[in-house]
């Protein structure tokens, strides 16, 4: 596992990051994006799926549980677990069928435990004054290393 810090000044920094991000994913896996409610998920998604290609709204699918963006090559599917029950409701809505799809983008993924599958990577943001503190962790081969990921951004 690798490990880097750094700050996004604004939302539009927080974009960037998405967008560095999807450049680099693979074609499947899991990311857990890790933060307090505002701090700021949801903006990266936005600017990963921009990047992705996709140009309609982007909201977070806390009352769906999932949005599928499956036009997209390869699929990305975000879940939001903030208002989930318990994780094995995750089976029962389809969670086998999006791992094997595309990328899962998992905001409050400890919600999921237990089921979902592990990150190979893991984004946390805090609010810092008008912008987000970052820290990247890559668990897997199949994504550069924290520090290039951050660097993508600078």
Do not use: N
Not at 47 to 64: D, E, F, K, Q
Not at 80 to 93: N, P, S, T
Not at 135 to 146: K, Q
Request: net charge negative; proline share 7%.
């Amino acid at each position: 596992m690798t490990r880097a810090r750094g700050h996004l000044v604004d939302e539009a920094a927080t974009e960037a990051l998405g967008a560095a991000l999807h450049r680099h994913q693979p074609a499947s896996g899991c990311v857990h994006l890790i933060g307090d409610l505002g701090a700021g998920k949801t903006t990266l998604v936005r600017g990963w799926l921009r990047a992705a290609g996709h140009a309609g709204a982007v909201r977070s699918p806390t009352y769906t549980l999932v949005e599928p963006y499956a036009l997209i090559d390869p699929p990305i599917f975000h879940l939001d677990l903030y208002r989930l029950a318990d994780a094995e409701e995750l089976e029962f809505i389809g969670l086998r069928d999006w791992v094997d799809a595309g990328l899962l983008l998992v905001e409050w993924p400890a919600r999921g435990a237990g089921v979902l599958p592990p990150p190979g990577l893991s984004v946390s943001l805090a609010a810092a004054g008008p912008g987000r503190d970052v820290t990247v962790e890559s668990h897997s081969r199949d994504w550069p290393t924290a520090m290039q990921l951050i660097q993508a951004i600078e």
